[in-house]
């Protein structure tokens, strides 16, 4: 059984995908927020998720933050860390101790968009498709190797709320898939590339 352990800020919708997918093979050790009145905390705790909260304005910077956070991390004895909308920049001390066995998800076509308000500047740049990323975290921010990714139309009548919408329905099929397949073992990661294997 491999151990996930979940970081969220807020909503926690893919976090909810990702639970009710069931995976098999894997168990959801905890769900973590920087924010103790996060919403998808609530919603965990309700179906007996184990759930804890850090809130990174009690540490005195990055650095320390992302230590304590890394030492409750590691209590639950995770396999694979996902991120969840969870709006924190990480140090690379941190994303170097779960090296490969990080992953996050972005609302864009990575490399395309990085950084916050991908739905309004992909509007406002044209772009005639869009979608989400599933990456294996490295330390530059919103980079890393890309596990999978789906693509949405932009429709011309589109603002960055209906544009999300339509990208959000993609990462709750895509996220669970991702981990799924890591719990399964059918990602290799070569230099900046994942290679899958049915
Ligand atoms: C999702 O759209 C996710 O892709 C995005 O935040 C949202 C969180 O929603 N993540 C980022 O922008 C990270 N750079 P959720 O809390 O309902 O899963």
Not at 5 to 28: E, F
Not at 69 to 91: C, K, N, Q, S, Y
């Amino acid at each position: 059984m491999k151990n996930i352990v979940i970081l969220i800020s807020g909503r926690g919708s893919n976090m909810q995908a990702i639970a009710d997918a069931r995976i098999a093979g894997a168990r959801i050790a905890a769900v973590i927020s920087n924010k103790a009145d996060a919403e998808g905390l609530a919603w965990a705790r309700a179906r007996g998720i184990t759930t804890a909260s850090l809130n990174h304005k009690d540490f005195d910077g990055r650095d320390a933050f992302d230590a304590a956070l890394a030492e409750l991390i590691d209590t639950f004895a995770p396999d694979l860390v996902i991120l969840a909308g969870f709006m924190r920049i990480l140090t690379p001390g941190f994303v170097g101790h779960y090296e490969n066995r990080l992953m996050n998800i972005h609302p864009s076509l990575l490399p395309a968009f990085t950084g916050l308000h991908t739905h309004e500047r992909a509007i406002a740049e044209g772009v005639k498709f869009a979608g989400c990323t599933v990456h294996f975290v490295t330390a530059e921010l919103d980079h890393g190797p890309i596990v999978a990714q789906a693509v949405v139309p932009v429709h011309d009548a589109d603002d960055a709320a209906a544009l999300a919408a339509r990208i959000l329905v993609e990462e709750h099929r895509l996220y669970p898939q991702a981990v799924a397949d890591f719990v399964a073992g059918r990602l290799t990661i070569a230099g900046q590339r994942v290679l899958r294997r049915d």
